[in-house]
């Protein structure tokens, strides 16, 4: 059974099982370490959320909740379901829940993005409700 939990405590377990998820998501960034994890979880602006399948910890996602002059926005971030788990409802759990969290801070509408080559997420995402915007998504690399 799926279990959805908001993360409160940052372990050296935690950490380690997100050295294991995060390269399911991204190839190209590297696991948070458990300092940059416990931001997260410290931020008033970040919830993090854990998917558990039985007592295993399967799989995690970051809402970001923030106000500007036009009203609270929401952003789902970094969704990821281990590879094992994937196909169980998981994902559908994690992202409901995120849903819920958002509407109680008092948001209208929640965003995200996905990268069209996962397409098993993008149906997922749309089947939940998800509809695409007719928008640019711009992105300013500071790092260059």
């Known amino acids: 059974m799926v279990r959805i939990e908001v993360c409160e405590t940052v372990t050296d377990e935690l950490a380690d099982i997100f050295a294991r998820l995060i390269p399911q998501l991204s190839s190209s960034s590297p696991p948070p370490t458990r300092a940059e994890l416990a931001r997260i979880v410290d931020s008033p602006a970040t919830t993090l959320l854990l998917a558990f399948d039985d007592d295993a910890l399967v799989g995690s996602l970051t809402l970001a909740i923030f106000h500007v002059p036009t009203g ?46 996962r397409e098993a997420a993008n149906r997922l995402y749309q089947r939940i409700g998800f509809l695409p915007r007719k928008t640019n998504v711009y992105r300013y690399d500071l790092d260059a």
Do not use: H, M, Q, Y
């Open 72 to 117: 609270t926005r929401a952003w789902i971030e970094d969704v990821v379901v281990d590879d094992a788990a994937r196909g169980k409802g998981v994902g559908e759990a994690i992202n409901r829940r995120a849903l819920e969290l958002a509407g109680a801070a008092g948001a209208r509408t929640v965003d995200l993005t996905s990268r069209p080559s």
